[in-house]
């Protein structure tokens, strides 16, 4: 079975450019997750997809960031434009089940570094 | 805010060595408790969890973490340490009443020397 695949493995953009970034999650899995991991700090939460429909969207950092699963398959996350700080490794996730104690299965995460 | 604090940044063992990585949460709610690993060059794989029952909890390569409610804590523990381990390691929570939403600690990276 495949597991979660994001791409690209690594982007480099200068300041003000545009990036997407793109998550396939487990077949069948209804819950994607987005995380990112700016350099030395923790991994944190970005937004929540049950299927289509955003379900927790609060980690998002700004209107720059704008994350779509249309069809409730993969997901994009674009960054746009794009500032220094948004370096990091963006991390999908996917899970079968919501709630406390679901799993969740990782990607190998997106590093994006802007110049 | 609830948070995850990891005491080391940085762990450097011989091989054979006991290791152990502590771990503390600040929330007062019930919460799921987890250990995720990051080998180089790999994806974030889970590790080990506690969800109830006996707080001493088993997981995959002869790894083990102990759940004391007292102390917030979910320390992660392995009796010799081998080569192989050497990788990014995450202590993490999901609150109870939010779906998924995993918080992390800042991660342990744990190098072995062979």
């Known amino acids: 079975e495949a597991g979660v695949t994001q791409f690209p493995s690594h982007s480099v953009i200068e300041k003000g450019q545009t990036v997407t970034l793109r998550c396939d999650p487990i077949?069948?899995?209804?819950?994607l997750y987005w995380y990112r991991r700016v350099m030395g700090k923790e991994i944190k939460f970005l937004l929540h997809?049950?299927?289509?429909?955003?379900?927790?969207e609060s980690g998002m950092p700004n209107n720059r960031f704008l994350a779509e699963r249309t069809g409730g398959t993969y997901s994009t996350l674009k960054v746009q434009p794009a500032e220094l700080e948004d370096s990091g490794v963006y991390f999908c996730?996917?899970?079968?089940?919501?709630?406390?104690?679901?799993?969740?299965?990782f990607g190998e995460g997106s590093r994006l570094t802007v110049l | 805010a609830q948070s995850v604090s990891q005491h080391n940044h940085h762990v450097i063992l011989s091989e054979a060595a006991s290791l152990e990585l502590g771990c503390n949460y600040s929330?007062?709610?019930?919460?799921?408790l987890f250990w995720y690993v990051q080998y180089p060059g790999q994806h974030l794989q889970l590790l080990l969890k506690?969800?109830?029952?006996?707080?001493l909890v088993k997981g995959i390569k002869g790894f083990e973490a102990e759940f004391i409610k007292s102390k917030f804590s979910f320390n992660l523990r392995k009796p010799s340490v081998q080569w192989s381990d050497t990788a990014e390691y995450f202590c993490?929570?999901?609150?109870?009443?939010?779906?998924?939403?995993?918080?992390f600690g800042q991660g342990t990276e744990l190098s072995v020397k062979p």
């Open positions: 997809f049950v299927k289509e429909s955003k379900q927790d």
């Open positions: 996730a996917s899970s079968p089940q919501a709630g406390p104690t679901g799993e969740l299965f």
């Open positions: 929330y007062g709610g019930t919460v799921n």
């Open positions: 077949s069948g899995h209804d819950n």
């Open positions: 993490a929570v999901i609150l109870y009443n939010q779906g998924g939403k995993l918080i």
């Open positions: 506690y969800f109830s029952g006996d707080p």
